[in-house]
């Protein structure tokens, strides 16, 4: 018999190995996992977090609806716990880790077809599996001008993934939810479910609207556990006549409100359609240079030696960069607007600056940030706040304060989208070194406590916060969620624990 890593909850090696025969029957012996050597790529799991609390029971890969049917089926028989990943990335928020100990991962990478990209409408539907660098290569072979949207690890991670945690990018299709139309899912009694349009005999209109008739369900579905989304459509921005990066500096700490309130403005007049990303000068510096290169003491990179190191390398205090889309003609405008705007308000104007996330361009530069210190440790802490000069200085203050105490940078892009501002900090640490991961727990504990108590929550959290954050979202909307669990999946085989949902 094997030596389990882990069981789920309750059960038997004996009834796991039980329960693992009728997967192997049901798709073959490749496709179960469950021995050590060939779980490990599945808990490289990069946040503070016991790794004993998040060890997968297994693995088990799907290739069909059919078989996810299957799998459930028999998942609800032997009250398996069942923790759906796509590309199974989501770095630093628990990469494929379940949120509890002993689920059976549900590797869906394998699912990984284009279904339909429609050039004229600019939709697509595709599987969990694909990848935007897929997905990107498809349009480009075809020569289909349409532009796609990702989040950092864009390359190999997937639209589904991404857009089921609500994850954003950087065009002025960043709200990767917001543009998406139509899922289909696989409820836990394997029933299949499409949503919006996708419900009519012969749709026509799937991917092109949303709401259907009745309630709009979609919205459960992500950063949920009351399915598992088999298919979403997406849709896709055509690629603009032009574009214009442009970086905005500004050399003072104090004038982030200005540059804050200047954005929100030409964001809600729709002069700048994209997110506008203000980069700190260590978030700027991290990803090109390492922190030992800049200063080799204890606790945060002193002010003065980031103050040195920006200036030689022309970054400033706030860096805020966004894309003008459109004709020339169209973008000639726009930019004496923002420049005045800026300018006023201080700062200064580069017109010519390249961001590839703006422009479609894929690239794995992201990752850059986790050599920073080196040693695969990063949690992103993501508050929210309304797009507010006054708000967004407050979250400065009080995060350089947690971070500095527990003695880590503040290496952080808040990430203004119109009304709200996602002040996105990357909390990364040498994951290697038990002292400095306690540390990063403490540091993150604090952070959402704190940020909480200013009445800032946080949009997305890793597996380890999710009970949590949701208990500070409260007892009426654990309770109506808890409604719905037990509706769509009495047994609570689908990722038990996932955004504090438990049976
Ligand atoms: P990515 O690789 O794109 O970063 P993941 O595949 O890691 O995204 O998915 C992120 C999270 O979303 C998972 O941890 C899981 O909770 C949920 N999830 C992913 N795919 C599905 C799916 N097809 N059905 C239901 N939930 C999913």
Not at 54 to 73: C, F, K, N, R
Not at 171 to 190: K, N, Q, R, S
Not at 414 to 420: A, F, M, V, W
Request: with cysteine; hydrophobic share 40%; proline share 7%.
């Amino acid at each position: 018999m094997t030596q389990f890593v882990a069981l789920p909850p309750g059960l038997s090696a004996a009834e796991f190995e039980r329960a693992l025969g009728e997967l192997r029957g049901l798709l073959g012996t490749d496709r179960v996992v469950a021995v050590a050597d060939r779980l490990r790529p599945y808990q490289k799991m990069m946040i503070p977090a016991p790794d004993e609390a998040h060890v997968p029971s297994g693995v088990v890969m799907a290739e069909s609806v059919t078989e996810v049917q299957g799998i459930l089926a028999i998942c609800n028989r032997y009250r398996i716990p069942l923790w759906p990943t796509s590309t199974g990335r989501n770095f630093g928020y628990g990469t494929s880790s379940p949120a509890t100990r002993g689920q059976l991962i549900l590797d869906l990478r394998r699912m990984n077809r284009i279904l339909e990209v429609d050039a004229e409408l600019g939709t697509a539907l595709v599987e969990p599996g694909v990848t935007y660098q897929q997905l990107h290569d498809y349009l480009s072979e075809r020569d289909i001008p349409l532009w796609l949207d990702f989040p950092g690890p864009g390359p190999i991670v997937s639209p589904l993934g991404n857009t089921l945690e609500r994850g954003g990018g950087n065009t002025p299709y960043g709200d990767h939810f917001a543009h998406a139309c139509g899922m289909e899912v696989v409820l836990a009694d394997g029933r299949v479910l499409r949503t919006g349009m996708g419900s009519i005999p012969n749709t026509t209109s799937w991917q092109v609207f949303k709401y259907g008739y009745g309630p709009y369900l979609d919205g459960i579905f992500t950063q949920s556990n009351f399915g598992v989304v088999t298919k979403l459509g997406l849709w896709l921005m055509p690629a603009p006549p032009g574009h214009r990066t442009v970086l905005v500096q500004f050399d003072a700490e104090a004038q982030l409100p200005a540059a804050v309130d200047t954005m929100r403005r030409l964001q809600l007049q729709r002069v700048i359609t994209n997110v506008g990303v203000m980069a700190t000068a260590v978030m700027a510096l991290s990803t090109f240079k390492t922190r030992a290169e800049l200063y080799d003491g204890p606790g945060p990179v002193p002010q003065p030696v980031i103050d040195a190191a920006a200036r030689d390398s022309g970054i400033a205090t706030w860096n805020m960069t966004f894309t003008l889309y459109g004709t020339p003609a169209q973008i000639a405008p726009n930019l004496a607007i923002v420049t005045e705007a800026f300018e006023a308000v201080g700062g200064r104007v580069n017109p010519d600056f390249h961001d590839g996330s703006q422009v479609n361009e894929l690239s794995l530069a992201s990752f850059g940030i986790l050599n920073w210190v080196g040693g695969g440790g990063l949690a992103w802490f993501a508050p929210v706040s309304p797009a507010r000069g006054s708000d967004a200085a407050r979250q400065a203050k009080l995060a350089r304060r947690i971070l500095g105490a527990h003695g880590f940078d503040y290496l952080a892009a808040p990430t203004l989208n119109g009304r709200d501002l996602h002040h996105l900090i990357a909390l990364v640490y040498n994951r290697n070194d038990a002292d400095e991961k306690q540390r990063a727990n403490r540091c993150f504990e604090q952070l959402v406590h704190e940020f909480a108590q200013h009445g800032y929550g946080l949009y997305r959290v890793g597996i380890d916060y999710m009970d949590k954050l949701a208990g500070i979202y409260g007892s009426v909307n654990r309770d109506v969620n808890r409604a719905i669990k037990q509706a769509l999946d009495p047994n609570g085989i689908l990722a038990p624990g996932k955004s504090g949902i438990h049976p």
